[in-house]
């Protein structure tokens, strides 16, 4: 008995052995080159916590394309600006799809939408990014009446933002939670309407929803070793701790909310009148509806419509909040830029004014140093994952459909070729020597191609609006408190900066 449960048992580790030479053969002859993965586990105890730092050395010893292991499955690692946009805009539908990896499972549901994000590039997903991008468009670029309408609203938000830093009484504290809310009330307010923040959220509700972000960054960081034992997932998020009921009831109150405001919207709908982004949804689907398309119709359900607003809402929340953050972190590193975006106010727009959007082509330097944090800090260094929908023949080889493919945009921008000085916090080169403003190709902090992302123009507005009212208003300082400031970013899929505290005063 016991020499048979022994066979069966070397049996087994010969098999998986077996499997494990035969997947490593088969990848090293259709895939680029990489490190040796070792047996189950492949790479992924190589990968650090950060692992577009890993990534970027592993470039120096195996070029721009390599194929590291997340425990059995080969997965394509892309690097370099060049081999980016060939996969990305020479290639762009091609390498649309999604791979099928435990990372898209935080984006799931249990029996609810799925968003944009994790589906695959399909006529659907192209019509949905279609539909909020006209949206978005509408909002950021309208003219007229509608653009000062927007513009007001976001000046209210900022102003109120700026009113909740000056009780800080130009004493130290930690900038990151007021910009949530107030990012967390404007993004509300675009999606759903003026009126929307109020009736569902409350201070407990917003400190709740902020704690599920970083569980949800803390949970996003281990999905190699979720992909490499996906039976880790699975009872991480079945055992019973407090932390994942919360993250169960949050989820279940913020789907039950987008289906209220969902049923609200239809019901007040005015064609004539677009309020918000979800009205210029439902405007697409009844248009289609009018137009008897039932094609088009099918693909903005209900359920689809949520996902996609979904999406928007959280990728917005993020984003713009830690970018606002990292920015905040190098002007108080460098006070000699904070000085010259200062001078630069003064000059354009004014201490007793409000900058506009319409200033943003004067403020040269200021827009110079939000491109740079845009680079220093690329809050989201890896693309979400994608996958070719066909067997594509690309980098001199045939990758297969399906293989999961890593866009490291963090090699992007840190490489010393395209960046001399790579590490370090220089505006002005985004300048010309007449200090007029450099668009740089190479600079890509939103992706490229089909799958950029779809809140780009709206990201970009609200960052000039929040980082030049900012400024305008205040000088900040380094904390007394505070030994030092920690660069490195904290895990997960969008990079914030690690806690730190500033003092912020007014300037007279």
């Not at 909002?139 to 009446?145: D, E, H, P, R």
């Not at 569902?200 to 949970?219: M, N, P």
């Not at 070719?388 to 866009?407: H, N, R, S």
């Amino acid at each position: 008995m016991q020499l048979s449960v022994c066979n069966v048992a070397i049996a087994i580790v010969a098999i998986g052995l077996l499997n494990y030479i035969w997947t490593v053969v088969q990848a090293r002859t259709t895939l680029p080159s990489g490190p040796l993965p070792w047996p189950i586990v492949g790479n992924t105890f190589a990968l650090s916590k950060l692992p577009e730092l890993t990534l970027t050395e592993m470039r120096k010893r195996y070029g721009d394309v390599f194929t590291v292991f997340i425990g059995t499955r080969p997965c394509l690692i892309v690097n370099g600006v060049n081999k980016v946009k060939e996969a990305l805009l020479k290639n762009s539908v091609t390498f649309g799809g999604r791979p099928n990896l435990m990372l898209f499972k935080f984006f799931e549901i249990p029996n609810g939408p799925v968003g944009i994000s994790a589906t695959d590039y399909t006529p659907t997903l192209r019509l949905h990014r279609k539909v909020t991008h006209t949206a978005i468009r509408n909002y950021t670029q309208a003219s007229g009446s509608d653009a000062a309408k927007f513009e007001q609203l976001v000046r209210g938000e900022i102003n109120k933002l700026i009113k909740v830093i000056e009780k800080h009484e130009s004493k130290p504290f930690d900038v990151l939670p007021d910009l949530l809310n107030s990012v967390t009330f404007l993004i509300f307010t675009v999606c759903f309407g003026p009126d929307s923040f109020e009736k569902y959220i409350d201070r407990k509700s917003l400190e709740k929803l902020s704690a599920a972000l970083t569980v949800f960054d803390e949970y996003i960081s281990m999905n190699n070793i979720f992909d490499t034992f996906p039976f880790l997932y699975h009872l991480l998020m079945k055992i019973p701790s407090k932390t994942n009921r919360e993250l169960e009831a949050l989820t279940n109150d913020l789907l039950s909310m987008l289906e209220k405001e969902l049923e609200t919207h239809k019901e007040t709908y005015d064609p004539d009148t677009v309020r918000d982004i979800l009205d210029a949804m439902i405007k697409a689907k009844r248009e289609a509806e009018d137009e008897e398309r039932d094609d088009k119709a099918s693909m903005l359900d209900d359920y689809s419509l949520i996902g996609t607003i979904g999406d928007l809402f959280f990728a917005g929340m993020q984003t713009t909040s830690y970018t606002v953050q990292w920015y905040l972190l190098f002007m108080i590193t460098h006070p000699q830029i904070q000085k010259k975006v200062h001078d630069e106010l003064d000059q354009i727009v004014g201490r007793n004014n409000y900058p506009a959007i319409e200033n943003r082509s004067s403020l040269k330097f200021l827009d110079a140093t939000i491109s740079e944090t845009l680079r220093l800090s690329s809050i989201v260094p890896l693309s979400l994952p994608h996958a070719p929908l066909k067997d594509i023949e690309i980098f001199g080889q045939k990758i297969p459909k399906g293989t999961a493919v890593w866009v490291n945009l963090w090699s992007v921008h840190h490489d010393e070729a395209l960046w001399p000085n790579a590490k370090q916090f220089q505006p002005q080169r985004f300048l010309d020597k007449n200090g007029d403003l450099i668009k740089s190709p190479n600079l890509i902090p939103f992706s490229v191609g089909t799958r950029t992302c779809i809140g780009e123009s709206l990201a970009r507005y609200e960052l000039f609006m929040y980082i030049s009212h900012l400024m305008n208003h205040f000088e900040f300082k380094m904390a007394e408190s505070q030994e030092s400031y920690d660069l490195q970013p904290r895990p997960g899929l969008v990079h914030g900066c690690k806690s730190y505290k500033l003092i912020a005063t007014p300037r007279k």
